[in-house]
Nanobody
Framework: VQLVESGGGLVQPGESLRLSCAAS????????MNWYRQAPGKERELVAH????????NYADSVKGRFTISRMDAKNTVYLQMSSLKPDDTAKYFC????????????WGRGTQVTVSS
């Protein structure tokens, strides 16, 4: 199982970024997927969740209305579109596939750094 994030970078406040997570080694369609983030000195927090068929999404209050999680099963990829970025969004963002129907344990990507600064 591999989860590989990409798309991070340095942006100014108010700008947008799209993160991607390419998954392999397991049945992607039907697998719940999450995005987490961790800022220096802070605990890892759940940012966005998408159900196995994409019918349900949930977001942390701090990103509601600004971030959108989506998935493209044909590409085994989950995305996180981030808009109106703020300095508080600065963190390392991780893709997460939780234990469930298709996986017998949690899997994490190595993360991609997002820095929002003027």
């Amino acid at each position: 199982v591999q989860l590989v994030e990409s798309g991070g970078g340095l942006v100014q406040p108010g700008e947008s970024l799209r993160l991607s997570c390419a998954a392999s080694g397991f049945t992607f369609r039907g697998q719940v997927m999450n995005w987490y983030r961790q800022a220096p000195g802070k605990e890892r927090e759940l940012v966005a969740h998408i159900s196995g068929i994409g019918a349900t999404t949930n977001y942390a209050d701090s990103v509601k209305g600004r971030f959108t999680i989506s998935r493209m099963d044909a590409k085994n990829t989950v995305y996180l579109q981030m808009s109106s970025l703020k300095p508080d969004d600065t963190a390392k963002y991780f893709c997460h596939a939780p234990r469930g129907l298709y996986l017998n344990r949690d899997y994490w990507g190595r993360g991609t750094q997002v820095t929002v600064s003027s």
